[in-house]
């Protein structure tokens, strides 16, 4: 069974940076990994994702998010800069089964595993 922890999340003023990490207990490579976030009473937003050497980001954080992974770590990153209000949410890592890619993650921006979130509160 998949089992993700991410850390980082965090309170920032606007324009500061967080770096989010996912540890997993799985090989990550060759497998879809990403990070959505909600906010009570919003929609699920898929923010960003990466299988092998593509990469894939919401329009609302290109320019600003990085997601990157360290395979030998098994661990997923998610870097942040010039955080805005509205970045503000409950940030998941997610992952799909094994050599299965992101189609779709856009539409279905959680994957069968995610972990427990980590809050990036975002103030003006």
């Known amino acids: 069974q998949v089992q993700l922890t991410e850390s980082g999340g965090g309170s920032v003023q606007a324009g500061g940076s967080l770096r989010l990490s996912c540890l997993a207990n799985?090989?990550?490579?060759?497998?879809?990994m990403g990070w959505f976030r909600q906010d009570p009473g919003k929609e699920r937003e898929g923010v960003a994702y990466i299988y092998t050497g593509h990469t894939y980001y919401a329009d609302s954080v290109k320019g600003r998010f990085t997601i990157s992974r360290d395979n030998a770590k098994n661990t997923l990153y998610l870097q942040m800069i010039g955080l805005k209000p509205e970045d503000t949410a409950m940030y998941y890592c997610?992952?799909?089964?094994?050599?299965?890619?992101?189609?779709?993650?856009?539409?279905?921006?959680?994957?069968?595993?995610r972990g427990q979130g980590t809050q990036v509160t975002v103030s003006s």
């Open positions: 997610t992952a799909a089964p094994w050599q299965r890619d992101c189609a779709g993650w856009e539409r279905s921006p959680l994957l069968p595993s």
């Open positions: 799985v090989y990550i490579d060759s497998r879809c």
